[in-house]
């Protein structure tokens, strides 16, 4: 009789629990590439290890080592859901892909492609002990919109693996007007006044054909810069252009400055407010989230 009731028992045991996903596998991010992202949570997260797993995969190049990254990152706390920094909708981070540089990210964006979109859940660090989730956008370091062909009679542009220029100037004249030569057309936000426009470019004397300006030739990365600040060929000739365009500008001495027609090859890799907001985009956590 007890071993008959042993076996009815052992029938009636509870199956044992389905285990918890990992922390990484518990929060929900949405949003356009580019914009502040949308995050969802229960309150507090759960964290017991680090973790990171792609939400929208690039199509760039992927990044390697010792390259320049550039990132639009949000940052939550993992026990309350509060956004704690951001900086979507401000000036992207210029980063190199290196252990020292890049720190806990340098393992997720090493071989990562350009468009990325990558969500990490950190368990925390001795300086920032409290575990975080953080969703970085990896942005574009060159432009990637459709190429264009350029007009007869235009500067010849080339390009290295990099994707920095070469200008090589015609014989002729140059133009007595700004001339807006299309290479590539984005298809991200627009150019507008009272924005600040994350670029990489170079400038090319026409009279000498050498290279007196550029973040390409300096070895810098993409710089951030108010609109109101560029030159009036650079105000002119960018109104409108779309992100990930890729234009030539021929500017005359009227809209530049000195005596010699400059040519601008520029890639537009972001646009910002310049007071760091970003009205298409949000971001909430749990119960607990906030804006930033």
Not at 66 to 95: I, M
Not at 236 to 250: E, F, H, K, T, W
Not at 261 to 275: K, N, P
Request: charged content about 20%.
């Amino acid at each position: 009789m007890t071993a008959v009731l042993a076996l009815l028992l052992a029938g009636c045991t509870q199956p044992d629990a389905e285990p918890e996903p990992p922390a990484v596998e518990q929060v929900e991010v949405a949003g356009d590439f580019g914009a502040r992202p949308h995050v969802q949570f229960d309150t507090p997260l759960a964290v017991t290890e680090s973790g990171t797993r792609t939400v929208i995969e690039g199509d760039g190049p992927a990044l390697a080592e010792g390259d320049l990254a550039l990132v639009s990152y949000l940052a939550v706390s993992a026990e309350t859901g509060e956004v704690e920094v951001s900086n979507f909708g401000s000036q992207p981070q210029t980063l190199r892909v290196t252990e020292d540089e890049a720190g806990p990210l340098y393992e997720d964006l090493l071989g990562t492609p350009e468009g990325s979109r990558l969500l990490r859940v950190e368990l925390g660090t001795a300086d920032r002990p409290e575990p975080s989730v953080l969703v970085y956008d990896v942005r574009h370091t060159r432009a990637w919109g459709e190429e264009v062909d350029p007009p007869e009679g235009a500067p010849t542009v080339t390009f290295d693996e990099s994707g920095a220029p070469s200008v090589q100037i015609p014989g002729s004249e140059p133009p007595s007007e700004l001339e807006v030569v299309t290479l590539r057309r984005g298809d991200g936000p627009q150019v507008q006044e009272e924005m600040a426009v994350t670029v990489r470019y170079t400038a090319v004397s026409w009279e000498s054909g050498e290279v007196v300006d550029g973040t390409w030739s300096s070895g810098e990365g993409p710089t951030t810069i108010a609109f109101t600040g560029l030159i009036e060929g650079w105000q002119n000739g960018l109104v409108d252009a779309p992100v990930g365009s890729q234009v030539m500008l021929i500017v005359p001495p009227s809209q530049a400055f000195g005596d010699d027609t400059l040519v601008y090859v520029i890639d537009v890799l972001a646009v910002s407010a310049l007071d760091g907001t970003e009205g298409s985009a949000g971001s909430d956590a749990g119960d607990g989230a906030e804006e930033s």
